[in-house]
């Protein structure tokens, strides 16, 4: 059985850094692409950062230059360093990993950590 199981999260002053992990396990294998996206109340699930088994990365704009994603392929974990913390920060982030296998893709995720940032 996949299991994605992030932590963590907090609560956090405006300002702050939180340092999110999310370790999967019951894949035999490293996900193609792992990343976290965050949601809060009303609005659509939105992604913040990817990064692939080879390292290359993507971030949403509003993140960029804030926030970091990494890797460690060989504990399939992820990491999402969140630094200059703004209340707009706050939200569910949730894990996500994408695989890849014999022409199928299959999508999991984490129950989500609630980040919250104090002004």
């Known amino acids: 059985q996949v299991q994605l199981v992030e932590s963590g999260g907090g609560l956090v002053q405006a300002g702050g850094s939180v340092r999110l992990s999310c370790a999967a396990s019951?894949?035999?294998?490293?996900?193609?692409?792992m990343g976290w996206y965050r949601q809060t109340p009303g609005k659509q699930r939105e992604l913040v950062a990817a990064?692939?088994?080879?390292?290359?990365?993507n971030y949403a704009d509003s993140v960029k230059g804030q926030f970091t994603i990494s890797r460690d392929n060989a504990k399939n974990t992820v990491y999402l360093q969140m630094n200059s913390l703004k209340p707009e920060d706050t939200a569910v982030y949730y894990c996500?990993?994408?695989?890849?296998?014999?022409?199928?893709?299959?999508?999991?995720w984490g129950q989500g950590t609630q980040v919250t940032v104090s002004s």
């Open positions: 996500n990993a994408e695989v890849r296998r014999l022409g199928l893709t299959n999508y999991y």
């Open positions: 019951g894949l035999g294998f490293s996900p193609n692409i």
């Open positions: 990064v692939t088994s080879g390292a290359n990365t």
